[in-house]
């Protein structure tokens, strides 16, 4: 992909390893649309930091799991962008609720959010993917270490992870070659999913893991960008774990 005229989106990109991709694409040159929901102000700030620093970024809001935002989002992106040369789906939500206090909204609602808005998106914006300059377009989407080793007070979120794996392999199958679909499976990051751990909790959440500490939103960013690069041009797919080797696949 020719770096400064790649048109990227970004969900979830307020704060995290969505706010750390928007940053590390943006110093390569990639035109950046940064989508937000419950982090506004965030997003909004991010797109002043990076037009202040020589970049192009815009914030997109839109609630995901609601179709008609969806459409308003396609229709807000067609009209600046006549391609999109990436698609990062990184945008979900991680309630931590044991599984018999999980009622069937809090289900639905999970699966609706970290794998169905994923789904939907994609399929509004293959018009756009398709006429990425150069081919191929670029998908990736963020799943989690959950997905494969499931979660004691997180099944919803867990199977949702675990479902963007079909889908993402799916995708790949169907949408090749002039689109790419991979998964980064991130482990423990320091982000708002960890913002309630004690310090000791912290202590020992880093002596799980073979590296020693948990990894930053930066360090996911990296592989992020690497496979909306043309150095990933052989990769559809795959899945990327970067969990310090917590789990070796």
């Given amino acids: 992909m020719d770096a400064p005229h790649a048109r990227v989106l970004i969900t979830g990109a307020g704060t995290g390893i969505g706010a750390a991709t928007a940053r590390v694409l943006a110093r390569r040159g990639d035109e950046l649309a940064l989508h937000h929901h419950l982090h506004r102000a965030e997003a909004e700030s991010l797109a002043e930091e990076l037009v202040a620093a020589g970049g ?18 396609v229709h807000a992106l067609s ?100 689109i790419t679909v991979n998964v980064v499976a991130p482990g423990s990051i320091d982000t708002a999913i960890l913002a309630e751990d004690t310090p000791a909790q912290r202590e020992a959440r880093g002596r799980q893991v073979p590296l020693g500490r948990v990894g930053s939103p930066e360090e996911v960013a990296r592989v992020v960008a690497f496979l909306t690069s043309p150095d990933a041009n052989y990769m559809t797919g795959t899945t990327v774990h970067v969990n310090g080797g917590l789990r070796m696949d």
Avoid: C, W
């Fill in 56 to 73: 192009r970024a815009f914030p997109v809001p839109g609630n995901l799991t609601f179709t008609k935002d969806l459409d308003r989002m």
């Fill in 79 to 178: 009209s600046r962008f006549p391609s999109l040369e990436g698609l990062v789906l990184n945008a979900g939500a991680y309630p931590r609720t044991a599984f018999d206090q999980i009622s069937d909204e809090q289900f639905e609602a999970t699966v609706r959010l970290n794998l169905f808005s994923p789904f939907a998106l994609t399929r509004r914006l293959l018009p756009l993917l398709r006429k990425a300059t150069p081919s191929p377009a670029r998908v990736v989407l963020v799943s989690s270490i959950l997905a494969f080793n499931g979660s004691a007070h997180g099944a919803d979120y867990a199977a949702s992870k675990a479902g963007i794996l079909g889908l993402a392999r799916s995708m790949a199958r169907e949408l090749a070659p002039g």
